[in-house]
């Protein structure tokens, strides 16, 4: 079976699905631009067959048409049995769709969308059910997702689940090294640190985690006797970043613009925000390894898959009520607790919980974290893939309405002009 795989850009996850997918079907991997718009990823080398077609940009960079005639150009030369299509809303997966009804060939939609996820209008709603009534399966992260495209008409026995993947292994593996290398050489950066990892944007709910943050390091015992009190180790970087420093100033917050074990041994006995910047996948494991909890607090996530990372490093999690993998990912009093996104209370409740439990009941929330975690891999996505490409097969767009085909065709002029 040949397949056509399409990416706005390979990042680390992506790699991570494409190599999963190579055990399953003859892969031709194509990237709509070199660079990603939202993240600054290091080049990813795709050991398969690979395409650019903007190498030295974003997809947004190249006029439409020029990106219309590369991307068919690729289609064409690779003649797919099936072409997995990601989401719907931008113009290379209409494009895409576009050609595949021109071809006879079956697309299957790739998808993180929840019904949450943003504000649904009716209107945009109905065309978006237009849209994906033009593919013949769908791949989509897990239950939310699943339910969401049902939502939009997709045939539930046509739907699977598995898409949202990290290289689990690479956490494990890497995470428990650099684990080892803390215990065999201890210091005052051994003590644990809450860790949250995100693009400083406004949907990420930073200032909420600071001042959750805040209320925490106030609740926290002021007796001699009492352990050190947790940092929070901000990963990312972002438009916000400025704004968020002047919030953690004004609430009283000690900084420091290191990675705890970076900079000088500084003990901050009440409380300290760490700011490391935005980090290549590589150097992620070091601050899993060496944290007590993950926190992700976004008001609206279509999955989150610095969660994955962090269950795969053996972590306790804390998730947003909002976050599309909660449902799937977090066991309340297993592996961590979620919390509704509008009240810094109640995540500083859970704060203090996590970090006044015994080691041995992290390490068992952790070690859950990690075996749940262990059935969304490279087999869930490989799996997932597979039935989806059988799925398509046999269900070709050949009696998509013709209401369907002319909207496609207008949103697609409309994209080119």
């Known amino acids: 079976m040949k397949s056509v795989i399409l990416f706005d850009n390979f990042g680390p996850y992506h790699v991570a699905r494409l190599k999963a997918a190579t055990g399953v079907a003859d892969i031709t991997a194509v990237e709509f631009g070199g660079e990603s718009a939202n993240y600054s990823w290091e080049e990813s080398q795709v050991a398969l067959k690979a395409f650019t077609l903007n190498p030295s940009g974003t997809s947004w960079e190249m006029s439409r048409s020029d990106f219309r005639d590369r991307l068919y150009k690729v289609l064409n030369e690779a003649d797919p049995d099936v072409v997995f299509v990601p989401g ?3 113009p290379g997966p209409l494009l895409a769709l576009k050609w595949c009804l021109r ?3 079956p697309a299957v939609i790739m998808s993180e969308s929840t019904v949450w ?10 065309i978006k059910s237009t849209i994906v009534s033009l593919a013949s399966s769908a791949l989509v992260g897990g239950q939310p ?3 969401y495209m049902i939502q939009l008409g997709m045939p539930a026995e046509r ?4 898409y949202n993947m990290v290289d689990n292994e690479f956490f494990i593996s890497q995470s428990d090294l650099w684990r080892k290398n803390r215990l065999d050489s201890p210091s005052i950066h051994s003590a644990p640190y809450f860790l949250a990892s995100n693009r400083f944007i406004h ?7 600071l001042d959750a943050y805040a209320g925490y390091v106030e609740g926290w015992p002021s007796s001699p006797s009492s352990d050190p009190i947790w940092p929070l180790v901000l990963l990312g ?29 500084i003990l901050h006995p009440r409380g300290c925000v760490y700011f490391p910047g935005f980090r290549q996948v590589n150097e992620l494991p070091r601050f899993y390894a060496g944290a007590g909890a993950f926190v992700h607090a976004s008001l609206s996530e279509q999955w989150g898959l610095v969660v994955n990372e962090a269950m795969a490093s053996e972590l306790p999690v804390l998730v947003s009520k909002p976050c599309g993998c909660a449902i799937d990912l977090v ?14 209370s109640i995540l500083t409740d859970l704060l203090l919980k996590i970090s006044f439990m015994d080691s041995s009941s992290r390490k068992k929330m952790g070690q859950r974290s990690r075996s749940i975690i262990s059935d969304w891999g490279a087999e869930r996505f490989a799996e997932g893939f597979r039935s989806a490409a059988e799925a398509a097969l046999k269900a070709p767009p050949k009696g998509a309405k013709i209401f369907a085909r002319v909207l496609l065709e207008v949103f697609c002029r409309r994209l080119m002009a």
């Open 88 to 90: 719907w809303a931008t």
């Open 103 to 105: 071809s006879g060939i």
């Open 117 to 126: 996820d943003v504000p649904r209008v009716f209107f945009r709603e109905w």
């Open 145 to 147: 997702q699943r339910d």
């Open 159 to 162: 739907i699977f689940t598995g």
């Open 203 to 209: 949907k990420k709910n930073l200032f909420f985690l």
């Open 237 to 265: 970087d972002g438009d916000l970043r400025e704004p968020l420093l002047e919030h953690a100033r004004k609430l009283g917050l000690d900084m420091e613009f290191t990675a705890p074990w970076e900079g000088v041994e």
């Open 331 to 344: 066991k309340e009093g297993e592996n961590g607790y979620t919390f509704v996104s509008s009240s810094p």
